[in-house]
């Protein structure tokens, strides 16, 4: 079957930088998406990676290794407003998104 | 303001009664999709649309339908509620099928009691 595996909760303090891994097994693979949602709001779109590497947009990264089966988001100078759920998706053969569960971010003072 | 609108915003409903939720979208966009999000799960893909006057499964289809009649609306339908569809719909929107990068509405919270 199709897996994503993402940590549950993470805890981090403000101003720190913190990193969000995702793993994945699936039929094929066309890219890997992350994606913040606030809690009781719609999830919006952050980042996207089809090749190995960094992919760095201001203070968020997103790192893929497709060997690996491995992704991660790295959240630098964390702000209050960064308190989200980090949602990994990959895009399987069949170009359907399968999600992971999401990951609870709690940023503390 | 351009995006998706989702409507009702919340609703219970008694089990066995028929629902529909809204969803336009303004952004001329072909791709549409139904998700729902249930807590400790990934979001699932119900039922997405590539163009108007075409319609697909996705992962959890059953109890639910949906039309595509034209670029803009993408209903979804209950036909006879029950308990265990009781979650937040999000529907998504996207410039073509097969890209990753989705426009979401704010999401339905639909209760079935």
């Known amino acids: 079957g199709q897996n994503i595996d993402q940590p549950t909760e993470m805890t981090a303090t403000e101003g720190a930088i913190v990193q969000i891994n995702c793993t994945y097994q699936t039929s094929g693979f066309n890219g890997l998406f992350w994606y913040q949602q606030h809690a009781g709001e719609a999830p919006t779109f952050l980042s996207y990676?089809?090749l190995d590497g960094l992919e760095e947009k201001g203070r968020f990264s997103s790192f893929l290794s497709r060997s690996k089966g491995y992704s991660y988001l790295l959240l630098k100078e964390l702000q209050m407003k960064d308190s989200a759920s980090y949602l990994c998706a990959v895009m399987d053969s069949n170009y359907q998104l399968i999600w992971g569960a999401g990951t609870k971010l709690i940023i503390k003072p | 303001i351009a995006g998706i609108t989702q409507a009702p915003t919340s609703q219970i409903l008694a089990a066995g009664r028929r629902m529909t939720l809204r969803c336009t979208q303004d952004m001329r966009h072909n791709a549409m999709y139904w998700y729902r999000q249930d807590l400790g799960l990934g979001l699932r893909l119900i039922h997405y649309s590539n163009t108007a006057g075409t319609t697909g499964k996705g992962e959890v289809p059953d109890g639910y339908s949906v039309s595509r009649a034209n670029t803009d609306d993408f209903p979804l339908t209950l036909a006879s509620a029950v308990p265990s569809q009781t979650s937040v719909y999000f529907c998504a929107s996207s410039p073509t099928g097969g890209t990753g990068e989705l426009f979401f509405g704010e999401g339905s919270r639909l209760t079935v009691l």
């Open positions: 990676n089809v």
